[in-house]
């Protein structure tokens, strides 16, 4: 029998991105397998490449993280796909962003064999999105987008009563097929500057892409606010084929300045809501933990936040907005509601990341157990995985950086040339998984 309390070595494939250049939450997440698991933890971080060296045999679990796009091969190489097709241990998938090319996603699911999934559609969904008959040994798991981050608590963040700006808001102009739940995301600003324009607040509210704020950046901004607009995240249609984002995009591709509302009424509406993700944002969280009162368009945000104890609720048609106004401008009682979702969200231990790691461990070591799966005797070091994941040479290098530099550049490009940097892409790509998967 296994013993439970002796440590699991395990390997985790991400996509950790550098402070202050993108939501911290990724960070946090990746950050808590490290911090909290009484595991032995080792991160990965790379884009499309397998390292020469790295034996993926010496370890017993592996996670692909969300932070990997597991469809095509940028994010996880056909190399790194065929290791862990054959690897042995317990494999753990942590997805998001599930409501787009399901079938695809579900045929990567299989065939790279995956023993769990962390999932963010709730449970009363899950049978809808990963039927048993398909997936009939696969232990389904909902989680959360994200948690309370310790590091937040460990900020001192003025009194609401010493912020200068009433009402903030940081979020981006999602594509339309994610449906009206995505588009609520825009909405909620435009529509809120319009009925608010004559009621003297003060305001710093934007979707544009390029006023988006990360890291401490992000946190200096929610510390100025005394509230902080926000809706639930996810999407309200669910694509299975594909078929309806390329839909979308090709229409959008020849009129580039359609209204979301027409382009729902021809594509989206008999697709919206037959699939339920609405959920709580981390987003929420972070307001929270720093003490910012948060003004929500009324939802269910996974069942945690209760309207008038933790936030003030806005009725998505502004019916209520008076009120929401005025409750704005009584800093009292917006203290009341931030010190009461403080005390009963941000210090309550079930939303934390280190209650969240606790339970992952106790479920992956009931899985492993059950499933039989092999210890092993001779696992990396620390010094010497950093040499293994080290080991690539220029042949390697070179391809990386020239695919990485014709993806991020290739909107930059005029359009008679992007069909010809697109089959130089791909041609380079079957080179390189040629080369790499017969190494």
Request: glycine share 4%.
């Amino acid at each position: 029998m296994h013993d439970l309390s002796k440590p699991l070595a395990i390997l985790i494939f991400c996509n950790k991105p550098k402070i202050n250049s993108d939501a911290s939450t990724i960070i946090d997440h990746i950050d808590a397998f490290v911090n909290y698991s009484r595991n032995n933890i080792y991160i990965y971080s790379n884009i499309g490449m397998y390292p020469g060296k790295l034996d993926i045999n010496r370890f017993e679990v592996i996670i692909v993280h969300y932070s990997i796009y597991l469809l095509g091969n940028f994010y996880l190489s056909e190399k790194s796909k065929k290791y862990i097709q054959k690897f042995k241990g317990l494999k753990i998938l942590f997805i998001q962003d599930e409501y787009r090319k399901i079938n695809d996603i579900h045929r990567e699911i299989k065939n790279l064999s995956f023993d769990m999934i962390y999932t963010c559609v709730p449970n009363s969904e899950i049978e809808k999105v990963y039927p048993v008959s398909l997936f009939p040994s696969m232990k389904k798991i909902n989680t959360l987008t994200g948690y309370i981050p310790e590091n937040l608590l460990m900020q001192n963040p003025p009194p609401i009563k010493d912020r200068k700006i009433d009402v903030g808001y940081r979020s981006r102009k999602v594509p339309f097929w994610l449906g009206s739940l995505g588009a609520e995301k825009y909405q909620i600003a435009d529509k809120f500057h319009a009925y608010t324009k004559n009621d003297r607040l003060v305001s710093d509210i934007s979707y544009d892409e390029k006023k988006r704020l990360y890291g401490f950046y992000w946190i200096d901004f929610v510390v100025s606010c005394k509230t902080m607009l926000g809706v639930e995240s996810g999407s309200s249609v669910f694509d299975f084929s594909g078929e309806i984002e390329k839909k979308v995009n090709r229409y959008k591709s020849c009129h580039p300045f359609e209204r979301f509302e027409k382009i729902h009424d021809f594509f989206l509406k008999n697709h919206e809501k037959k699939i339920i993700l609405n959920q709580i944002s981390p987003r929420c969280f972070e307001a929270i933990a720093l003490k910012t009162v948060l003004v929500l368009y009324e939802g269910n945000y996974s069942g945690i936040l209760i309207p008038w104890r933790h936030y003030i609720p806005l009725k998505k048609d502004f019916s209520n907005i008076e009120t929401v106004v005025n409750f704005i401008k009584s800093v009292d009682e917006l203290q009341i509601i931030s010190d009461r979702a403080y005390n009963e969200i941000a210090l309550n231990p079930i939303f934390s990341y280190q209650n969240f790691i606790e339970n992952f461990d106790n479920e992956i070591f009931n899985e492993f157990h059950r499933r039989k799966k092999n210890k092993i005797d001779f696992f990396y070091t620390k010094d010497n995985f950093i040499k293994a994941i080290d080991s690539y040479n220029f042949f390697e290098l070179f391809f990386k950086k020239i695919k990485i530099i014709i993806r991020l550049s290739f909107r930059f490009f005029p359009n008679f040339l992007k069909e010809p940097l697109k089959q130089l892409y791909f041609y380079l790509n079957e080179i390189y998984e040629k080369y790499s998967i017969t190494r």
